[in-house]
């Protein structure tokens, strides 16, 4: 142990004769490191951003969307004598095993032609956005975890009541200053507040292929009531909301739903079944692709920089061949040369492998601030750079070194 | 594993060689450098090896080294045959029973001059406080013991030669082997020198010096001439 701890002092004797040489020696390395870290951060930013986007609409979730049909469509539709999306689907789901809760959605307000994506969530609560009225059912607030700040939420007597009440959401109720108890008015009508939602953060998922809707401006009233001035009517529905009781079940489950609902609607696929669990997996793949290149180009860019040591190491073991003999003469065996030269080009590039993780590490950050995204610096992404970049070195410190202890003793001392 | 014929040899011999001889393969010829050497030294003498450049003398240094392997013959060293020893074996005794001086110093221009001494003991996989006292032991006695921290470049041509004696005592080797250690010294400098091999065979250090110079070679207590591989004179001890 002591032994080691000498060998690498000595090495780090040797390297620092030349300093300027083993920086720019090493300067390949750094650079590799760097990459690689940087883009593992941006990639390990993405990867858990896209997750946390999809843990907001539910790992067990399974959503069915209706479509909005073109004209032709709309009328082979109605040849069909397809209903679309209502609440007897609902029904017809939440009979089907392995389903825990089903839950209907019918946005009242639609503020723009983009349904659910690009709701103006508020920074902090301080854009107030026109907030929007939504019809569910009571299940809605579980399945979409909605928790509550106070009172209750809307609940099965009311839908059946058809009673004028409403949850709203955290915005929303800062806007209407109003709390449990109070009446606020949507349209023409007036609503007695239920509950209030808690703050929920919908930060950064502008992006997603799929975004949830963001509670924190919506007013939840049961879906039973349609007020007259507020679009939509029957028991029509945008959206149903299932939950399975296992997320092993979530895939097959969706499989039995797509072809209840095809029986139902007589083939007309005027719906759509989004599994937020696939779409995670979708673009855990496409991360994974995207991953496999970046090492590849990490890959080429430490070869590069390890053969840059290679050379280096290459000289000084020639310029240092009298050194060998030496030691040699003073008893170090071959094993001892090897071992002294590998620790050289070892401690060189663990050097360049610290400083470019921190290199890499101050790139996340920067891209981060500048760019905006996400980006995560995982221990494994830093354990890994240290470890490649410390093989690096004895991968291409291998050959200079063998080749320093494979001299002749004699021949070294007499080399001029 | 001593053969019975290596156990019957005296305890006071420390080097026997029989029948020593190298020869190397230069472009298709081959050049002998030595020749049937048979040289016998005991332990705690003082012998000089002389003759003209390419009489073989170094070459026959560093087989008594053990930094070469004799083609034919044996060597006996300390009543061990180290003339087929594999190189670890070799390098190992080296560390331990040889010491080297050259004629260029050779020191390691990275380390200080403790860092060089100490070079002896590192190889050894001594990092003892022992070894240590022992390295500075040998500065003090080569006189260097106010330059400790000084770099090779920092120190002239004979303080550079001192480090090196010093570095070659550092293990307490058997055997003291110099190869033209005042070559590169002016005749002052090379007699301080020379002052510092003749204490150390006081000391009961055996020490074999190889020159040309008939100077140093008189500081010996016996001479052997080497000519083109042979010796001529002064085998037995």
């Not at chain 1, 209907?104 to 854009?127: N, Q, Y």
């Not at chain 1, 949850?167 to 509950?195: C, H, N, S």
């Not at chain 1, 496409?286 to 070869?303: D, P, Q, Y």
Request: proline share 3%.
């Amino acid at each position: 142990m002591i032994h080691l701890v000498e060998i690498v002092r000595m090495a780090l004797k040797s390297l620092t004769v030349h300093k300027f040489r083993s920086f720019l020696s090493v300067l390949g390395i750094i650079f590799g490191v760097m990459a690689v870290v940087a883009m593992l951060a941006v990639g390990e930013g993405a990867k858990r951003e896209s997750m946390r986007q999809i843990e907001l609409l539910g790992t067990n979730n399974l959503i069915v969307r209706a479509l909005r049909l073109t004209e032709s469509e709309r009328i082979s539709a109605e040849e069909m004598q397809s209903p679309g999306l209502t609440l007897a689907d609902a029904g017809a789901i939440q009979a089907l095993p392995g389903v825990k809760h089903t839950a209907a959605v019918k946005e009242l307000v639609v503020e723009s032609s983009v349904r659910l994506a690009r709701h103006s969530h508020g920074d902090g609560g301080s854009t107030v956005g026109k907030p929007s009225v939504v019809g569910i059912t009571p299940h809605y607030a579980d399945i979409a975890g909605l928790g509550l700040a106070q009172g209750r939420f809307v609940g099965e007597e009311h839908v059946r009541s058809r009673s004028r009440v409403c949850v709203l959401g955290a915005d929303a109720a800062r806007a209407r200053r109003a709390g449990p108890g109070d009446m606020t008015k949507l349209g023409t009508e007036w609503f007695i507040v239920l509950g209030i939602l808690q703050d929920k953060d919908y930060s950064g998922s502008e992006e997603a292929t799929i975004t949830p809707r963001n509670s924190n401006n919506d007013i939840y009233i049961p879906i039973s009531v349609t007020p007259e001035h507020l679009e939509g009517s029957g028991d029509e529905a945008d959206e149903l909301w299932v939950q399975a009781e296992e997320p092993s079940v979530v895939t097959a489950l969706s499989a039995a739903v797509d072809s209840t609902l095809g029986r139902m609607h007589r083939g007309v696929t005027d719906y759509e079944v989004l599994v937020p669990r696939e779409l995670l997996r979708q673009k855990q793949r496409t991360l994974r692709t995207f991953n496999l290149v970046l090492v590849c180009i990490a890959g080429i860019s430490l070869l590069v920089g390890g053969i840059g040591i290679m050379n280096i190491m290459l000289a000084t073991v020639s310029e240092r061949t009298r050194e060998i003999g030496v030691c040699r003469a003073l008893g170090a065996c071959r094993s001892d040369i090897v071992i002294q030269f590998l620790a050289e080009s070892v401690v060189l590039t663990a050097l360049g492998g610290l400083v470019g993780i921190t290199f890499g590490w101050a790139g996340a950050r920067v891209i981060a601030a500048v760019a905006g995204w996400t980006t995560i610096v995982s221990w494994q992404s830093v354990v890994a750079a240290a470890l490649i970049s410390t093989l690096v070195g004895i991968f291409f410190g291998l050959y200079p070194a063998r080749r320093a202890a494979r001299m002749d003793p004699i021949a070294a001392l007499r080399f001029e | 594993m001593r053969t019975e014929d290596e156990a019957a040899a005296p305890a006071f011999m420390l080097i026997k060689t029989e029948n020593l001889s190298r020869t190397y393969t230069m472009g298709g010829g081959h050049v002998h450098a030595l020749r049937s050497v048979d040289l016998t030294v005991e332990r705690g003498e003082f012998l000089a090896i002389t003759g003209p450049s390419g009489a073989g003398k170094s070459t026959l240094m560093h087989i008594l080294g053990c930094l070469e392997r004799p083609s034919e013959g044996r060597y006996l060293l300390d009543g061990r045959d180290v003339s087929a020893m594999p190189d670890a074996h070799l390098s190992r005794i080296r560390g331990k029973q040889t010491g080297f001086v050259f004629q260029a110093y050779n020191l390691v221009h990275q380390l200080n001059v403790l860092e060089n001494v100490m070079l002896a003991p590192f190889y050894m996989r001594d990092h003892t406080r022992a070894a240590k006292a022992r390295c500075l032991r040998a500065i003090e006695m080569v006189g260097l013991a106010d330059r400790l921290l000084h770099r090779p470049s920092e120190l002239s041509g004979g303080e550079m030669q001192r480090v090196a004696i010093a570095r070659a005592v550092a293990n307490d080797p058997l055997l003291l082997l110099a190869d033209e250690p005042t070559g590169n010294l002016d005749t002052e400098t090379g007699d301080e020198i020379m002052n510092i091999f003749g204490r150390l065979h006081e000391s009961g250090h055996t020490v074999i010096v190889v020159t040309h110079d008939p100077q140093v070679a008189q500081r010996a207590r016996r001479c052997i001439r080497l000519v083109d591989g042979v010796m001529v004179g002064g085998g037995a001890g």
